[in-house]
């Protein structure tokens, strides 16, 4: 089946440095990819959606600026958290989908990222 | 976007079914149930998904309510491999395609 491969799996950063998460849909195009993060006990919080060759779509509340994300092509998108701060730590999940409308989503695995 | 209302936690006793249940009382016809888990440290897996007919597949069965304002996901043999947060979410049928994840149901079963 469709696997999103993401990368790393746990990051320890200090604070104010800035860290990369990339998130890869391995064998499929993903025209639309997006963005997660999960404190712990708690849900999923939808941070953004990706678009490949466009900017992508924030939720309201989450700061463009400091969740950089870059969907430069239809099978990587990152999201880059600038100038950390151990608020920022949390786990951040990429999904993608293969199709269109109502395609399931495919998870990655999930960065957890600890600032220091 | 229309929620969802999921019981907190459930136990269920291996080898048992389980039903999951969901209301989504405001559900609109373009929104589509789908069913999602999430195991420990892990992003989340795709269960199963349906608009109006009762649905099949390897995992589990989804049962939707004639009036779409609740559905139940059914494992039927419940393992322990089963133990999870199980959420119920409504993804609408339009240009962003995003799932707005709910607090879902953290489903223990007992060896």
């Known amino acids: 089946g469709a696997v999103v491969s993401q990368h790393p799996s746990r990051v320890i950063c200090k604070s104010g440095t800035s860290v990369k998460i990339e998130c890869r849909s391995l064998d499929f195009q993903a025209t639309t990819m997006f963005w997660y993060r999960q404190f712990p006990k708690k849900s999923l919080m939808l941070m953004a959606t990706?678009?490949?060759?466009?900017?992508?779509?924030?939720e309201q509340g989450v700061e463009k600026d400091k969740f950089l994300i870059n969907h430069a092509s239809l099978t990587l998108s990152t999201l880059t958290v600038t100038s950390a701060h151990p608020e920022d730590s949390s786990f951040y999940i990429c999904?993608?989908?293969?199709?269109?409308?109502?395609?399931?989503?495919?998870f990655g695995s999930g960065t957890q990222l600890s600032v220091l | 976007d229309a929620k969802t209302t999921q019981p907190n936690s459930m136990e269920s006793n291996e080898e048992e079914p389980v039903h999951l249940p969901c209301n989504h009382s405001t559900i609109s016809g373009t929104d589509y149930i789908h069913w999602y888990r999430q195991l420990p440290s892990q992003g989340p897996e795709y269960v199963i998904h349906?608009?109006?007919s009762n649905v099949n597949n390897r995992m589990a069965s989804l049962a939707i309510a004639e009036d779409r304002k609740s559905s139940t996901l059914i494992l039927h043999r419940a393992t322990l491999r089963d133990a999870a947060v199980y959420y119920c979410?409504?993804?609408?049928?339009?240009?962003?395609?995003?799932?707005?994840f709910g607090s879902g149901t953290r489903l223990l079963v007992r060896p």
């Open positions: 990706s678009n490949e060759g466009s900017k992508a779509t924030y």
């Open positions: 349906g608009l109006t």
């Open positions: 979410i409504l993804r609408k049928v339009d240009s962003s395609y995003k799932l707005i």
């Open positions: 999904s993608a989908s293969p199709g269109t409308t109502n395609e399931k989503l495919f």
